[in-house]
């Protein structure tokens, strides 16, 4: 558990004072902490969604610096094959703590109005999936990438949302790695494609006619030293995610008692993601 300042320049006449929490697990999970005081003139009793928003993706920013700044050089080269070579701008799940929502409403799916309210939501959680009441009090609405909980008693959950927080992070990871798999599929079909090329090419030269590029067995040389330098980052890559997923080192959460807390358990059903995911790993 670290603490870091944050002193990325910033635009002029913007005076921002920024500090992260950050907690690097064992199983592999890099989670940030902040508490809002205030942005521009809102205080922490009054922040708008628009303001947070904002907060959030320079956040996301400082965080993907940060944490380059703090991982060797062999990490860098599996996430930047991950996300091809744009790890930096790399999707991050929202989790949000309050204290209260303005307006309260009584009913939580009214959020999603398809409207003004869901339209602010989205902002910070995404693509908006389902809003829940925990208690009288206390609502929860999920997006497809942030979770915001808010009422009196939302730290108390702090655990079971922070093994949600850990897994679906890692199931947006997944969506990254399956998109790269077809990548490199792709690539490889083209390779073939090229090789077959070069073969036509090399059948031809004996009845002196000239087909295709004549470079072109190098730059299949080069292309497959790139795929099989993928592959093999991919593949490590895949063993690393089978271990954080070891039920030895993934810390799972009793079933709570209290009746927020199993409402909460319900929605959020941690150990079938957890098996879903040790899956679709495997897969």
Known sequence: NIEAKINFPEDEGIVQVEEFGMH????????????????????????????LARVLVDVHLDSSRITKDLISKYQMSLLETAFMNDAANRDKFNLLITEGIEPKLEEAVDYLDGEDMENELKQVLGD????????????????RNGLLVAGPNGKQYEQALMLYLQLHSRNMFMRVFFTRVFVLGDELRKIRDMIGLAQFAHDKESGGVAVGDPAIVDKVRDRLSVASRDLILMTETMGFMADS???????????????????LHRVLRNDFMISNLQKRVRD
């Open 24 to 51: 690097f697990s064992v199983n592999g999970a890099v989670v940030y902490g902040m508490h809002i005081d205030a942005i521009m003139d809102k205080l922490q009793d009054d922040i708008c969604i628009d303001l």
């Open 128 to 143: 908006t999936q389902g809003a829940w009441n925990l208690t009288k009090d206390d609502v929860l609405i999920a997006g």
């Open 245 to 263: 997923l070891d039920p030895a080192v993934l810390q799972k959460v009793g079933r709570p008692k209290d009746q927020g807390g199993k409402e």
